[in-house]
């Protein structure tokens, strides 16, 4: 073999093993707490289990480098990613802001939303801004706190559903697709439809968008989109069949990951390859997906309602009386919908030069019955992602990191 053909071939063999993510090491460290994940363990495929973590390492010169670790990932076995999507649209209509080049068109100019077709709603007013008025910025915000599905529809309409999916593709994220709008039963025709936008700075029309139309569709090729015995319909009716779900939204753990890997540490990425953000965005996506709800003024959130750790499943498991860590900030956004509880996180202690990324879902539907309401959130799901989260936090706390 020609000697130059064999060291290239070498140099492939070589980057695709450094490439690889480890398969072993997360079950090795739940396995060594039979008493926290051995229930979940013996049945990971019953529980729709996936897990992925990467280190953050940094050399002499501070270059960030990453590398993985997986548990009974598959990016083609379909889960629910419920509330996660909306991180992506978070991203997108800052971008799409960005790109359109309007002066004076900003996150904080107000939006008023029309609507032009049956079961479309108008919004003209936002009670929980500053000044009663909404705005991409606001819509924002109420998404990364208490991830508000009202917000991550207007923002869905604004972007429009096939420049969401074209972003998609060309970042990369090959299993993943937003096809319609949370919470508000958005499927088929419908979906495909989005309304009127105009933004205004006080009262000076600066951006008109018409109603938008995209046909397209997005197939995936996924396994496990049918599930169940059963379901409760539109009507509040059982229907003895198994759950459909395989013209839904779907966002992989890796493609989550990527997107936050992205997002936090742009330097690390060819600057053809990073997000349109201006360091004003960054700014404003990291203070509130690290932000408590009860930090916020503007929306203001009832404690009752949104405690502190509400919307950090991740480390805390959503527990109202979870002790907080002085040195340990959380960047996440989560998802929970039909049993399914997802969270797409990034952990930074910066006293102990900690910081790395882990991404997890676990389901529990022991009835069988999805959209009635009874998941074993508690019992099952939230558990596993606090004790999945201290796990990996410990075992960064004690690894040697290569800076």
């Known amino acids: 073999m020609n000697k130059t053909i064999f060291a290239l071939l070498l140099m492939i063999s070589l980057h695709s093993a450094a490439q690889k993510t480890d398969t072993v090491l997360i079950e090795k460290l739940m396995n060594q707490h039979p008493e926290l994940f051995s229930s979940v363990l013996n049945h990971p495929q019953k529980n729709q289990i996936q897990v992925r973590y990467t280190q953050v390492n940094r050399d002499l010169k501070n270059k960030t480098t990453f590398k993985s670790y997986s548990y009974n990932l598959n990016d083609h076995r379909y889960f629910y990613p419920a509330s996660t999507v909306k991180l992506a649209a978070v991203i997108f209509a800052l971008e799409k802001i960005n790109e359109l080049k309007i002066k004076g068109f900003s996150a904080a100019s107000t939006m008023i939303t029309d609507s032009a077709r049956s079961g479309q709603t108008k919004v003209l007013v936002d009670t929980t801004a500053k000044n009663g008025l909404p705005s991409i910025e606001q819509y924002i915000k109420k998404i990364l706190l208490t991830s508000d599905n009202d917000a991550f529809n207007r923002l869905f309409e604004f972007i429009g559903r096939a420049e969401i999916n074209s972003k998609l593709k060309k970042y990369g994220y090959h299993d993943s697709r937003i096809l319609n709008r949370l919470a508000i039963g958005d499927s088929g025709e419908p979906a495909k439809h989005t309304n009127p936008i105009r933004f205004y700075n006080g009262q000076q029309l600066v951006y008109t968008q018409p109603p938008q139309y995209d046909p397209k569709k997005y197939p995936l090729k996924l396994s496990n989109t049918v599930m169940g015995i059963g379901y409760i319909d539109s009507a509040e009716k059982l229907v003895n069949k198994p759950f459909n779900l395989s013209n839904k939204n779907a966002f992989s753990i890796t493609d989550q990951q990527a997107m936050m890997k992205k997002l936090i540490h742009p330097e690390a990425f060819p600057a053809k390859e990073r997000f349109n953000l201006t360091p004003a965005d960054y700014q404003l996506i990291y203070v509130y997906m690290s932000k408590l709800p009860t930090e916020s003024d503007y929306p203001a959130y009832d404690p009752k309602e949104f405690w502190p750790t509400y919307s950090k499943m991740l480390y805390y498991g959503r527990e109202k009386d979870a002790v907080l860590n002085p040195d340990l900030k959380i960047f996440n956004k989560y998802g929970d919908s039909y049993g399914f509880i997802i969270d797409n996180a990034y952990f930074k202690d910066s006293?102990?030069?900690?910081?790395?990324?882990?991404?997890?879902?676990?389901?529990?539907?022991?009835?069988?019955?999805?959209?009635?309401?009874?998941?074993?959130?508690?019992t099952v799901c939230y558990p596993f992602m606090k004790n999945i989260g201290k796990l990996i936090y410990d075992y960064e706390l004690q690894r040697k990191h290569t800076k």
């Open 351 to 378: 006293k102990h030069k900690v910081e790395f990324f882990l991404t997890a879902v676990i389901q529990s539907n022991d009835d069988g019955i999805y959209n009635d309401g009874k998941y074993e959130y508690t």
